[in-house]
Nanobody
């Protein structure tokens, strides 16, 4: 499956952005999905994940209550709604697909749990 992110940009502290991730080349609904981010000089870190059906989600503590992950299986698209953005949210954001076998829950919050990755989209939050 191929993944292409979009929706990044430069925004001010407190603003909102919605990232999208369009999937192609596979059956989107069989993959659990996640968002990760990577700031300069730092390791890639987990942001949010969603189960195959969209019924279960998980979030990093740093974004809980501000970010919302969702998916539209009919459109083969994953979303990340980001509200109340902070300068520390500045990073390249990646979407990822997992062949995680548990259909009811999101995958573990780790890079190794995901099999396919997009190229990333830059999010910059100014103070």
């Amino acid at each position: 499956v191929q993944l292409v992110e979009s929706g990044g940009g430069l925004v001010q502290h407190g603003a909102s952005l919605r990232l999208s991730c369009a999937a192609s080349g596979g059956t989107f609904s069989i993959y659990a999905m996640g968002w990760f981010r990577q700031a300069p000089g730092k390791e890639r870190e987990f942001v949010a994940a969603i189960s195959r059906s969209g019924g279960r989600t998980s979030y990093a503590d740093s974004v809980k209550g501000r970010f919302t992950i969702s998916r539209d299986n009919a459109k083969s698209t994953l979303y990340l709604q980001m509200n109340s953005l902070k300068p520390e949210d500045t990073a390249v954001y990646f979407c990822a697909a997992s062949q995680y076998t548990n259909v009811l829950t999101p995958p573990p919050a780790e890079v190794g749990a995901y099999d396919y990755w997009g190229q990333g989209t830059q999010v910059t939050v100014s103070s």
